[in-house]
C-alpha cells in the first residue's frame, strides 16, 4: 500500500451492490480505502459477505474497527411482503420494515462501539411523504424542508423517519459521546425512460398507495429525479464536510437527494447550507426531448402534479 493511499480515510460501505451502491462506490474508490459489505458476494467484487440482520454485534465491532465512516445503503426487501409489493395490503408490512429498522440499530451500534466518527443513512423521500401526497400535489404546500416533523402514510416511510430519529439518539450525546449522522432522503435516482409512463401506471412498485400514475407520475419524478453525478457529489460531501453540527450543536443533518431540478418540491437547504452540495444537473435539461414528447405537445406542461 502507498503512503498516499494509508493515509486515506477508510469508508465502511453497506448494501454496496445494491442499487444505490453501484451508483456510487466507482466515485468513493477514487478517494478512499473502501471496506464493502454486502449480504451475497455476486462474484468478481471485493465483498465482505455480512448479514447485519443477524451478526453478532461483537463480531460487527470488530468489523467496523479503524472505520472512518459509514455507508449505510443496505436494506432487505423482503417478498412476498416487502413494502414494494403490491400484492400484499399496506397494512401487512410492518413487520419486513421492523426487521430493517433493527439492522440500523446493529449499524449505529457496531459504529459506536468501534469509535467510528461518522455514519452516512441512506434514507428516503418517503419518510415525510404524506407532505408530498396530501399537500404538495393539491397544490396546498410548495416545498418540504428537511428539518419538519417527518410523518408518512406507509411503513416504508415510517422505517426511514425512525431511522432518522434513532440517528439523533447516537448523535445526541446522550448514551455517551456523539456519533455524527447524515441521513440522505433519496428521491428518484433511475432513468426515467419514457415508455415507462405512456399507460396510466406507475413506473414501478410504491410503498403505499398514494403514488400519482402516468403523466402525473412523470412530473413528479421529474421534481424528484437525481442523477449519478450528483449522488456521488452529495455522498462524498456527507462524508467529507468537517463540521456537521446544527443550531444547537448536535452533529445530525437530514438532506434531500435530488438534483438541481426546475420542478423540485423538496428542499436543497441544508445539503447546500450544510454540506455545499452544488448539483449541476437538472432533470428538465436532461429530459427536454422526453418533457417536450408527453407534456408540451399534449397541452399539459404545468409544473406540478396538481398542475
Known amino acids: 500500500m502507498s503512503t498516499e493511499s494509508a493515509h486515506r480515510p477508510v469508508v465502511l460501505v453497506t448494501g454496496a451492490t445494491g442499487y444505490m451502491g453501484r451508483q456510487i462506490v466507482p466515485a468513493l474508490r477514487d478517494r478512499y480505502r473502501l471496506r464493502l459489505v454486502d449480504v451475497a458476494d455476486p462474484g468478481g467484487e471485493d465483498i465482505e459477505v455480512v448479514d447485519l440482520f443477524k451478526s453478532d454485534p461483537a463480531a460487527l465491532t470488530v468489523l467496523f474497527e479503524g472505520v472512518d465512516t459509514v455507508v449505510h445503503l443496505a436494506y432487505k426487501h423482503s417478498a412476498p411482503g416487502s413494502s414494494y409489493d403490491n400484492s400484499v395490503p399496506a397494512i401487512d408490512k410492518f413487520e419486513v420494515e421492523f426487521g430493517n429498522l433493527r439492522m440500523a440499530q446493529n449499524v449505529y451500534r457496531a459504529a459506536f462501539d468501534a469509535g467510528v466518527r461518522r455514519v452516512v443513512v441512506a434514507s428516503s ?170 407534456l408540451m405537445h399534449g397541452g399539459i406542461a404545468g409544473g406540478r402534479v396538481g398542475a
Do not use: M
Open 125 to 294: 423521500n418517503h419518510a415525510a411523504d404524506w407532505y408530498e401526497h396530501t399537500l404538495v400535489h393539491r397544490g396546498l404546500k410548495d416545498v418540504v424542508e428537511p428539518y419538519e416533523l417527518p410523518l408518512a402514510d406507509n411503513f416504508y416511510g415510517w422505517s426511514k423517519a425512525c431511522y432518522e430519529h434513532l440517528g439523533f439518539v447516537y448523535a445526541c450525546g446522550g448514551l455517551g459521546r456523539s456519533l455524527e449522522v447524515v441521513q440522505v432522503r433519496i428521491g428518484a435516482p433511475r432513468d426515467l425512460d419514457e415508455d415507462t409512463y405512456s399507460a396510466d401506471e406507475p413506473p414501478a412498485p410504491q410503498p403505499g398507495p398514494a403514488f400519482p400514475t402516468g403523466i402525473a407520475r412523470f412530473k413528479r419524478d421529474l421534481g424528484a429525479w437525481l442523477s449519478q453525478r450528483d449522488a456521488q457529489q452529495l455522498f462524498i460531501r456527507c462524508i467529507e464536510t468537517e463540521n456537521i453540527e446544527n443550531e444547537h450543536g448536535v452533529p445530525w443533518q437530514v438532506v434531500y437527494g435530488i438534483s438541481n431540478n426546475t420542478r423540485a418540491f423538496w428542499s436543497l437547504t441544508s445539503a447546500r447550507q450544510v454540506f455545499g452540495f452544488q448539483p449541476v444537473d437538472d432533470s428538465e435539461v436532461r429530459y427536454e426531448a422526453t418533457v417536450q414528447k408527453l
